[in-house]
């Protein structure tokens, strides 16, 4: 009896490492999303995971992902599973690309040099945002694969220049053109919390303190959080608690249009890429002015509540553009069986950012690896389970509309 149970019990090995093994027990995006939830003081989480008004579109987003169905082919060799594509010109091990997000480092003190550092071990774009914590140079400095840069057209239109040339000079492989914040949307989240960026300490944020107290001594011991791209201009880096949505009215051009397109390519001589597109119209006037890429996106549901997901968007997009112009699809993906979805929609591929931001809140750089892993993983699965070999060879005739 004794050897019986012997064989049969036997005990874990204990992992002492809390995040890894917080990690491990880990399912899904939904998992880890709750476990940055416990870490992170309630304002600096519903920052992130919060969007416009209802937070319809936020909820669509995703949900648009169930309307469309993958028809599995059986008796397929998939012993070698081909998931390698190329954005813009750069080879790229997944048709997947992380997305610009601001003030990121309230969310770990590492911030974007951590994500950049494992997008670069999986040979992954990162895109840098104008709104980042760190600054264009600190990140190129640690990134190992190809680099973006977003860009908010500010009112002051040499400042603008200014970053778009720094970002060429430390070796970006492209500008992304954030399309879709003329004015701000309401994040009602932020508005009931009266939340600034930094965070401003007060009563409540004191007691919130109190009950996360990893996240608060980190950022008590660190530096003071600014938006680097612009550090030292007092009146724009965000070394003053702002209100987000007055800084963005205040400081970004809400007079860009199509015509300064040009303007962008000639003063950082690299390939654009529109991020903000939500109709077939502006799809194909991109595609019509020779811009390099369009991201079908609604800012994660931050901007206009009831904006249709990108998913739902992208087949009629494709109908209109054909192959004229690189389609991405941004927000709502959260497995990799939604990745090749798009891809078979004719999609180039997928950006996120909240899968990651909950990872680095979670557990900083291992929780962003392991946000990546799940998607880059579910990418390999879905296509053996669907007997599909080569990203490439997707098609909507895999495609079922529920």
């Keep these: 009896m004794l050897k019986s149970v012997r064989s049969v019990v036997q005990l874990r090995k204990f992992e002492f490492?809390?995040?890894?093994?917080?990690?491990?027990?880990?399912?899904?995006?939904?998992?880890?999303?709750?476990?940055?939830?416990?870490?992170l003081p309630g304002g600096v989480f519903d920052y992130f995971d919060g969007a416009a008004e209802d937070e319809w579109s936020l909820a669509n987003n995703s949900s648009a992902y169930s309307k469309f169905g993958l028809i599995p082919k059986v008796l397929r060799d998939v012993?070698?599973?081909?998931t390698a594509t190329t954005i813009m010109g750069q080879p790229v091990p997944f048709p997947i690309a992380l997305s610009p997000t601001g003030f990121t480092r309230i969310a770990h003190p590492q911030g974007e040099l951590a994500v950049a550092r494992v997008a670069g071990r999986n040979s992954l774009p990162f895109t840098l945002s104008t709104l980042g914590t760190r600054s264009i140079e600190?990140?190129?400095?640690?990134?190992?694969?190809?680099?973006?840069?977003?860009?908010?057209?500010?009112?002051?239109?040499?400042?603008?220049?200014?970053?778009?040339?720094?970002?060429?000079?430390?070796?970006?492989?492209?500008?992304m053109v954030t399309?879709?914040?003329?004015?701000?949307?309401?994040?009602?989240?932020?508005?009931?919390?009266?939340?600034?960026?930094?965070?401003?300490?007060?009563?409540?944020?004191?007691i919130d303190g109190i009950r996360h107290?990893?996240?608060?001594?980190?950022?008590?011991?660190?530096?003071?959080?600014?938006?680097?791209?612009?550090?030292?201009?007092?009146?724009?880096?965000?070394?003053?608690a702002i209100n987000l949505s007055d800084y963005v009215n205040s400081q970004f051009d809400p007079t860009l249009s199509w015509k300064d397109l040009e303007w962008i390519r000639e003063e950082s001589g690299l390939p654009i890429m529109l991020k903000g597109i939500q109709c077939v119209e502006d799809a194909k006037t991109a595609a019509s002015l020779g811009v390099d890429a369009i991201a079908l996106s609604n800012h994660g549901g931050r901007q206009l509540d009831g904006a249709p997901a990108p998913i739902e968007l992208l087949p009629s997009v494709i109908d209109a553009v054909g192959d004229s112009i690189e389609v991405l699809v941004d927000g709502g993906a959260r497995r990799g069986s939604d990745v090749v979805k798009a891809c078979a929609l004719?999609?180039?591929?997928?950006?996120?950012?909240?899968?990651?931001?909950?990872?680095?809140?979670?557990?900083?750089e291992l929780g962003v690896q392991w946000a990546l892993d799940h998607i880059t993983s579910g990418i390999s699965r879905t296509m053996a389970l669907i007997g599909e070999t080569s990203i490439k060879n997707l098609s909507s005739e895999i495609i079922i509309k529920r």
């Design 346 to 364: 004719g999609a180039r591929a997928v950006i996120f950012g909240r899968p990651y931001l909950y990872g680095l809140g979670a557990a900083g």
């Design 213 to 240: 107290p990893r996240w608060t001594y980190k950022f008590i011991t660190n530096e003071p959080i600014t938006f680097s791209a612009v550090a030292g201009r007092s009146d724009v880096d965000g070394s003053k």
């Design 138 to 175: 600190e990140v190129a400095a640690v990134a190992t694969g190809p680099l973006w840069y977003q860009l908010y057209v500010w009112r002051d239109r040499g400042l603008s220049r200014e970053l778009v040339q720094r970002a060429k000079a430390a070796g970006y492989k492209s500008i």
């Design 17 to 39: 490492n809390g995040d890894k093994r917080r990690l491990a027990a880990c399912g899904d995006l939904k998992d880890l999303r709750l476990l940055a939830k416990r870490n």
């Design 179 to 206: 399309v879709d914040t003329s004015v701000f949307g309401r994040r009602e989240r932020d508005v009931r919390r009266g939340f600034t960026l930094p965070p401003k300490i007060g009563l409540e944020t004191f």
């Design 79 to 82: 012993s070698q599973i081909d």
